[in-house]
C-alpha cells in the first residue's frame, strides 16, 4: 500500500521543540520532492517547507525560516521537520505530501498538485 504516515505532533509550550516525522511506504521517496504542509483552524493551508528529491535543496516560509529544519533520511525513506522556538501561531495540523518530479534539486512550497497526501498530526503550542 503506498502511503505517507506523519507522527511526532502533540502539544507543546511556547519555545518548545517538535519533530515531525513524514515515512514513506510502498514507494521511494527518491524520485519526489516533499513538502510540509500545515492548516490552522479558519486557515488556508500554507506551505511550511520543502526538501528536494537530492536532499540538497530547502526552503521554508517566511513565517518559520530560523526556527525550523527539514531533513531527509534516504535509508528511512522518512522526512523531519524539527520545528523549535514554537510560537502558539504555528498551531496546526500538518501534512507532508510528495510529487514526483524528474528534476532532482527543485522542490515548491505551494499548494500544486501531489502524487500523495499523509494524514496530517496536530501540533499544538499553548501554555
Known amino acids: 500500500q503506498l502511503q505517507l504516515v506523519e507522527s511526532g505532533g502533540g502539544l507543546v509550550q511556547p519555545g518548545g521543540s517538535l519533530r515531525l516525522s513524514c515515512a514513506a511506504s510502498?514507494?521511494?521517496?527518491?524520485?519526489?520532492?516533499i513538502t510540509w504542509f500545515r492548516q490552522a483552524p479558519g486557515k488556508e493551508r500554507e506551505g511550511v517547507s520543502c526538501?528536494?528529491?537530492?536532499?540538497?535543496?530547502?526552503m521554508y516560509a517566511d513565517s518559520v525560516k530560523g526556527r525550523f529544519a527539514i531533513s531527509k533520511d534516504n535509508a528511512k525513506n522518512t522526512v523531519y521537520l524539527q520545528m523549535n522556538s514554537l510560537k502558539p501561531e504555528d498551531t496546526a495540523i500538518y501534512y507532508c505530501?510528495?510529487?514526483?518530479?524528474?528534476?532532482?534539486?527543485?522542490?515548491?512550497?505551494?499548494?500544486?498538485?501531489?502524487?500523495?497526501w499523509g494524514q496530517g498530526t496536530q501540533v499544538t503550542v499553548s501554555s
Open positions: 505530501a510528495v510529487r514526483r518530479t524528474v528534476v532532482s534539486s527543485v522542490c515548491v512550497l505551494r499548494d500544486a498538485t501531489y502524487d500523495y
Open positions: 526538501i528536494s528529491r537530492s536532499g540538497g535543496s530547502t
Open positions: 510502498g514507494f521511494s521517496l527518491d524520485n519526489y520532492f
